[in-house]
């Protein structure tokens, strides 16, 4: 195991999680979101979580982390259907 040269500080794994949630809490205007139909927050709070709640599943926008949203909405608009035996 070689730590690397003693001048370089490497950041503890603590301070690497707390970087990664702090950028997961960053607010993102909402109107990119409108345009491309994707919303790069994988966190909401308040009154934005309650109106994307409020939201019918497949007028929901994209968003990082949400893998059955996301599933839902690209079956749908792909026109995949379950296959019947």
């Known amino acids: 195991w070689y ?15 707390q970087a990664v949630a702090a950028a997961a809490l960053v607010p993102v205007c909402p109107v990119d979101a ?10 909401t709070f308040g009154e934005t979580r309650q109106q994307i709640q409020s939201t019918p599943v497949l007028e929901r926008p994209y968003r990082p982390l949400h893998v059955y ?8 608009s792909r026109g995949v259907t379950k296959a019947v035996n």
Request: glycine fraction near 12%; charged fraction near 25%.
């Open 69 to 76: 949203g996301n599933t839902v909405r690209r079956r749908h």
């Open 34 to 43: 409108a345009g491309t139909g994707f919303d790069p927050r994988v966190i």
């Open 3 to 17: 730590p690397g040269p003693p001048h370089v500080r490497r950041p503890h794994a603590h301070q690497s999680r």
